[in-house]
């Protein structure tokens, strides 16, 4: 169920004063804006993508060479 702030505050108005019922709606308003906000630091950029995308082919490049270097090691012992 979505229920928006003006929603809330029409629901509250009715069994409340308009003051509490705005003071509640406001309080509840910036409480989800900080739930928001933090939850959407901790996501990644596209440039975070690109720089780990480019760190992965670095890895999988070098283990390759490593692991075709140990392969002919065994060829030549």
Do not use: R
């Not at 229920?3 to 009715?14: F, G, H, K, N, P």
């Not at 004063?17 to 308003?29: F, G, P, Q, R």
């Amino acid at each position: 169920m979505n229920i928006s702030v003006t929603q809330l505050y029409a629901l509250l108005s009715e069994k409340l004063d308009k003051d509490v019922a705005e003071n509640l709606t406001s309080y509840i308003e910036s409480k989800v804006d900080k739930t928001v906000v933090d939850k959407t630091a901790h996501l990644a950029s596209k440039e975070d993508l690109a720089n780990t995308k480019t760190d992965m082919i670095k890895w999988f490049v070098g283990l390759f060479i490593a692991l075709a270097l140990m392969i002919i090691g065994l060829y030549f012992k």
